[in-house]
C-alpha cells in the first residue's frame, strides 16, 4: 500500500472517525482499533470501485504526498495489461471495531451528550457533561 496512514496504523492501531449532520446537530466521535484488510476482502470491495476511480489507486503520488502546486484532474491510469489489477495493487480495505461512540446533540435549547462503549459482550452508556 502506498499511503503512509496504513503503515502508521500497523504501529498503532488506534483509530477515530468523526461524523457531523449540520441539518441536525449531532456529532459522532468513534474510537476504536483498525485493521488492513487485503486479500478476497479488498477484492470484493475494489470491484465495487468504478473504472474511472483507478487512476486515484494509480497516480505517481501517494495519498497525503506533499505537491508543489494545484493538482491538476489526475491522467488516465498508464497502459497496462489490466489496469483493474494495477489499480487494485495499491488498495485495501481499513477494518475499524468500534470501542467507544462519543454522541454530542448540540439541541439549541441545551446540548446533551452521551458515552457509548463496548468490551467483549458487555456494553455501557452514560450521559456525561457536554
Same mark, same amino acid.
Given at each position: 500500500?502506498? %499511503?503512509?496512514?496504513?503503515?502508521?496504523?500497523? &504501529?498503532?492501531?488506534?483509530?477515530?472517525?468523526?461524523? #457531523? &449532520?449540520?441539518?441536525?446537530?449531532?456529532?459522532? $466521535?468513534?474510537? !476504536? +482499533?483498525?485493521?488492513?484488510?487485503? !486479500?478476497?476482502?479488498?477484492?470484493?470491495?475494489? +470491484?465495487?470501485?468504478?473504472?474511472?476511480?483507478? @487512476?486515484?489507486?494509480? +497516480?505517481? @503520488?501517494?495519498?497525503? @504526498?506533499?505537491? %508543489?502546486?494545484?493538482?491538476?484532474?489526475? *491522467?488516465?491510469? *498508464?497502459?497496462?495489461?489490466? *489496469?483493474? @489489477?494495477?489499480?487494485?495493487?495499491? #488498495?485495501?480495505?481499513?477494518?475499524?471495531?468500534? !470501542?467507544?461512540?462519543?454522541?454530542?446533540?448540540? $439541541?439549541? &435549547?441545551?446540548? $446533551?451528550?452521551? $458515552?457509548?462503549?463496548? +468490551? !467483549?459482550?458487555?456494553? %455501557?452508556?452514560?450521559?456525561?457533561? *457536554?
Amino acid at each position: 500500500m502506498r %499511503s503512509g496512514k496504513v503503515e502508521e496504523l500497523a &504501529d498503532n492501531p488506534h483509530a477515530e472517525l468523526v461524523f #457531523f &449532520d449540520p441539518r441536525k446537530l449531532v456529532q459522532l $466521535r468513534c474510537a !476504536g +482499533s483498525a485493521e488492513t484488510l487485503t !486479500g478476497p476482502h479488498a477484492q470484493a470491495a475494489f +470491484s465495487l470501485a468504478p473504472q474511472r476511480t483507478y @487512476a486515484d489507486y494509480t +497516480s505517481d @503520488a501517494a495519498p497525503g @504526498a506533499t505537491l %508543489s502546486d494545484a493538482p491538476e484532474p489526475p *491522467p488516465p491510469p *498508464p497502459a497496462a495489461d489490466d *489496469p483493474a @489489477a494495477a489499480a487494485a495493487a495499491n #488498495f485495501c480495505v481499513l477494518q475499524i471495531r468500534v !470501542g467507544v461512540v462519543d454522541a454530542l446533540d448540540l $439541541r439549541r &435549547d441545551g446540548h $446533551r451528550r452521551a $458515552r457509548l462503549s463496548w +468490551s !467483549g459482550d458487555a456494553a %455501557s452508556a452514560v450521559w456525561i457533561a *457536554p
